[in-house]
């Protein structure tokens, strides 16, 4: 990351966007289901969303230990059990 005072922008996977930002010791980014397929059902979404946004805070040079806020969008609120059994799996004890 750069100085604490200077904004930093990571690769950009389309026009007019950015992998992650960091600014004053912060980093905001996000994490999609990567090369979800048409069967993929909710577990495995999370776990390749998961798997993105490792990738992403590892490439601004931070990891999950660190998070300070998460926010997840369900389509379905029948799968939050599903998605909420793999991010206990990934997120680490005592967070």
């Known amino acids: 990351m750069g100085g604490r005072d200077d904004i930093v922008r ?7 966007r950015s992998a ?3 600014y004053n ?3 905001w ?4 289901p990567a090369g979800k397929g048409p069967d993929d059902d909710a577990a495995e979404q ?3 969303a998961l798997k993105c946004l490792d990738d992403r805070l590892a490439a601004a ?7 300070v806020e998460a926010t997840v969008y369900l389509s379905d609120i029948n799968d939050k059990d599903a998605m909420d059994a793999e991010w206990v799996k990934w997120c680490p004890e005592g967070c």
């Open 10 to 16: 990571g690769p950009a996977p389309g026009p007019g």
């Open 46 to 48: 999370t776990r390749k």
């Open 25 to 27: 010791g912060l980093v």
């Open 20 to 22: 992650w930002v960091s």
């Open 29 to 32: 980014t996000n994490g999609f």
């Open 61 to 67: 040079g931070t990891d999950k230990t660190r998070i």
